[in-house]
């Protein structure tokens, strides 16, 4: 008998240690919980560097006051993000997932922010990609931050461009390339992007609104961003700054 | 006498067509002077009243923080640690050439204000986590 109990609650005391080194992992150990967020983040999303940084609750040390993790180089839909930051407001976190199945899963949070940078040559390697996926050669295109404006100088020979579009400004191309200078903003609704052009020059012709409107309802919205596994968002606002755009949820 | 108003009719009929000549090359001419090289410029934005210009100014800065907690995933410490990475030059209020106010709350909460509201006649003038409180 004596024996049975003693066996019993050397069980007792074994889901008690477990417990313990449970919550411990839950709750106190800030590095192992974003080293193990980490970890489940990249499995999941392919970058360069992942960065997690959790701040818990002064005065209720189990409940974390904000996650914010930083993703480096990760693709959104064809452009590669020089850096995307996600914070959430008091999350609650599926911490069985976590330590089990090294997944990160959010089973709540009050609010979510989501900051996205793109640099110029983030963008100019867009734009390259995109030129190689469309088989065209001897495009050149360079690109300024110039708030709220992104001005494009290009060089582009006529055979590059679709026939098409070529009618359209016909007009405008004397010889066998299209040589200028285009000002242009940008919109972000539910992750659509969109440039509206505020100026644009073609071979020495300012082109008429007109047919920039043309353009417009042709091209747009010329990108999607693409939310990331794990992370779900909705980009509405986009931001020219000297050194990057930003990109909010 | 029937020869006439025929006579007439060509007349105004040639000169409208020459107007519309003239329009349409004074237009080409405009549309080659507008470019070359010169005028690779961005187009001017509006000039801006002072409340227009402050709540600009305290959008630009919100976003420059955004950016800034992007890469460093906490707020800045001032405004100063701003310049030049995320806004290229920190603004001053129009009409009393000081600087705006910093606050960080949280780890989650900042906010950016003028110094006194009164001065753009109005109670509240500040951008809290991005959104603008103006009343």
């Known amino acids: 008998m004596v024996k049975l109990l003693s066996i019993r609650s050397y069980f007792l005391i074994i889901l008690f240690l477990g417990e313990i080194s ?22 999941e999303i392919s970058c360069k560097e992942i960065k997690v940084k959790i701040n818990f609750d002064l005065k209720s040390s189990s409940k974390i006051n904000s996650l914010a993790v930083r993703m480096d180089g990760v693709n959104i839909g064809g452009i590669i993000a020089d850096y995307i930051s996600i914070q959430y407001n008091n999350p609650s976190l599926d911490y069985q997932n976590l330590k ?11 609010g979510q922010k989501v900051n996205i940078l793109l640099s110029v040559s983030s963008l100019q390697n867009y734009l390259n990609l995109k030129e190689k996926e469309f088989g065209k050669n001897n495009v050149n295109i360079r690109l300024k931050f110039s708030p709220p404006f992104i001005e494009c100088f290009y060089d582009v020979p006529k055979k590059e461009i679709a026939s098409e579009t070529a009618e359209i400004i016909s007009k ?3 010889g066998d390339k299209l040589e200028g200078y285009a000002a242009f903003t940008l919109q972000a609704k539910k ?39 794990i992370f779900n968002f ?8 000297s050194k990057y755009v930003l990109l909010t949820n | 006498m029937n020869l006439k108003p025929k006579k007439r009719f060509y007349k105004y009929l040639l000169s409208a067509l020459g107007i ?13 002077s507008q470019g070359g090289q010169k005028n690779y410029t961005p187009p001017k934005t509006e000039e801006k009243t002072n409340g ?26 001032s405004l100063k640690n701003l310049v030049p990475e995320f806004i290229s030059n920190m603004p001053i209020e129009p009409l009393t050439n000081r600087d705006y106010s910093y606050k960080v709350f949280s780890d989650t909460a900042y906010e950016v204000s003028v110094q006194n509201p009164q001065n753009y006649n109005l109670k509240e003038l500040r951008v809290r986590n991005g959104k603008i409180i103006k009343y």
């Not at chain 1, 909705?234 to 700054?241: G, K, L, P, R, T």
């Not at chain 2, 959008?59 to 995933?73: F, G, K, R, T, V």
Request: a neutral charge.
């Open chain 1, 22 to 43: 449970l919550c411990a992992f839950q709750i106190t150990n800030k590095e192992d919980l974003e080293k193990a967020i980490r970890k489940a983040i990249a499995r």
């Open chain 1, 234 to 241: 909705e980009i509405n606002n986009i931001v020219v700054q």
């Open chain 1, 191 to 229: 992750s659509e992007l969109s440039a509206y052009s505020s100026k644009v020059i073609l071979n020495h012709f300012l082109i008429p609104g007109s047919i920039l409107g043309i353009f417009e309802k042709k091209f747009n919205p010329f990108e999607k961003i693409s939310a990331i596994n």
């Open chain 1, 172 to 174: 405008f191309i004397p």
């Open chain 1, 100 to 110: 089990n199945k090294n997944k990160l899963k959010f089973l709540s949070y009050s």
């Open chain 2, 20 to 32: 519309i000549l003239i329009c349409v090359l004074g237009y080409i001419v405009y549309l080659y």
């Open chain 2, 52 to 77: 227009e210009q402050v709540v600009s100014d305290l959008m630009d800065i919100s976003h420059a923080i955004e950016s800034y907690y992007a890469i460093n995933l906490s707020y800045p410490s």
